[in-house]
């Protein structure tokens, strides 16, 4: 347990489905991220929240829309995606850049598929 | 982003130590040496991280070369749950994100 909860764990959706992924972290973070891990590639960062403030958006295409009401919860909203965006999506959280160290906790992430 | 080299896989027989290399030959100043690790089927997780010198926990230790342009994560007696993806990381003190790169797999043999 590494005090970073993501739902749901498997997703299935259709392309022109809406979901959306959910991250919380228990941990009092200050910073939070998306990343996608594709089969054989590294994780690639998307997004990165600090105090609910977005800081990075990664040439992310828009029908990947993150959310991030408190430091506590961050959404990723998915609409019109497509089989290439199958994937393993994870969040992780930490203290931030002023941090030593700023280490990252990562949840165990949402296997999505795309049909 | 500076960049590391690490060997795309390793073995290793169980209860022996394992070291894996990373070269950083760009590294900046401000840039510290984090390693993760990632276990099938789960997120990547924190293992050690250091500046200039050597640092030890529970996990592992990690070497940093006088230079700083290389460092070797050691595992001193490897598990067969140390079977994973390890991940050298260059981290700008100043900035929140972390890039990783396609790591180490690491094969324990039995």
């Known amino acids: 347990e590494t005090g970073v909860t993501q739902t749901p764990r498997h997703l299935v959706m259709g392309m022109t489905n809406k979901k959306s992924l959910k991250c919380e972290q228990h941990?009092?973070?200050?910073?939070m991220y998306w990343y996608k891990q594709s089969a054989k590639k590294p994780l690639e960062l998307m997004f990165v929240?600090?105090?609910?403030?977005?800081?990075e958006n990664n040439s992310v295409p828009s029908r990947f829309s993150p959310e991030c009401p408190n430091s506590s919860h961050l959404f990723l909203h998915l609409h019109t995606l497509q089989p290439e965006d199958s994937a393993l999506y994870l969040c992780a959280s930490s203290q931030g850049a002023q941090a030593e160290g700023n280490i990252q906790y990562f949840g165990a992430g949402t296997r999505l598929s795309v049909l | 982003d500076a960049k590391t080299t690490q060997p795309n896989s390793m073995e290793s027989n169980e209860e022996e130590p394992v070291h894996l290399p990373c070269n950083h030959s760009t590294i900046s100043g401000t840039d510290y040496i984090h390693w993760y690790r990632q276990l099938p089927s789960q997120g990547p997780e924190y293992v050690i991280h250091g500046l200039t010198s050597n640092v030890n926990n529970r996990m592992a230790s990690l070497a940093i070369a006088e230079d700083r342009k290389s460092s070797t994560l050691i595992l001193h007696r490897a598990t067969l749950r140390d079977a994973a993806v390890y991940y050298c990381?260059?981290?700008?003190?100043?900035?929140?994100?972390?890039?990783f790169g396609k790591g180490t797999r690491l094969h324990i043999l039995p």
């Open positions: 941990l009092g973070h200050n910073a």
């Open positions: 990381i260059l981290r700008d003190y100043r900035d929140d994100k972390i890039i």
């Open positions: 929240y600090n105090f609910k403030e977005q800081t």
